[in-house]
């Protein structure tokens, strides 16, 4: 079975960084689009960023030029890293992948369990 595995939240001072990191594992035959989205207390889940097969990168307008979402294909992996924090950064952060397992099948789209990123003022 597919999963993936977020890691790398906790809390920061605002300024501040953090990385995290999605490995994707299972019967993967392929990976297209990797991405992060948010969700804080009491609103929608949000895009944070996207990233395609070939490494093409997509921002919401409120984290570009702070965050940089990058990928390993090599190791399934989906990468994010956060600096010049905000307290308005504050959610639970998903991991998310559109995942073939067959050549014949299509592309499914996997979570990750969340991963809690706080920005203390």
């Known amino acids: 079975q597919v999963h993936l595995a977020e890691s790398g939240g906790g809390l920061v001072q605002a300024g501040g960084s953090l990385r995290l990191s999605c490995a994707a594992s299972?019967?993967?035959?392929?990976?297209?689009?990797m991405g992060w989205y948010r969700q804080a207390q009491g609103k929608q889940r949000e895009l944070v960023a996207t990233?395609?097969?070939?490494?093409?990168?997509n921002y919401a307008d409120s984290v570009k030029g702070r965050f940089t979402i990058s990928r390993d294909s090599a190791k399934n992996t989906v990468y994010l890293q956060m600096n010049s924090l905000k307290p308005e950064d504050t959610a639970v952060y998903y991991c998310?992948?559109?995942?073939?397992?067959?050549?014949?099948?299509?592309?499914?789209?996997?979570w990750g369990q969340g991963t809690q990123v706080t920005v203390s003022s």
């Open positions: 998310n992948a559109g995942i073939k397992i067959s050549p014949i099948l299509r592309a499914v789209d996997y």
């Open positions: 990233i395609t097969s070939d490494s093409s990168p």
């Open positions: 299972g019967p993967i035959f392929g990976i297209n689009l």
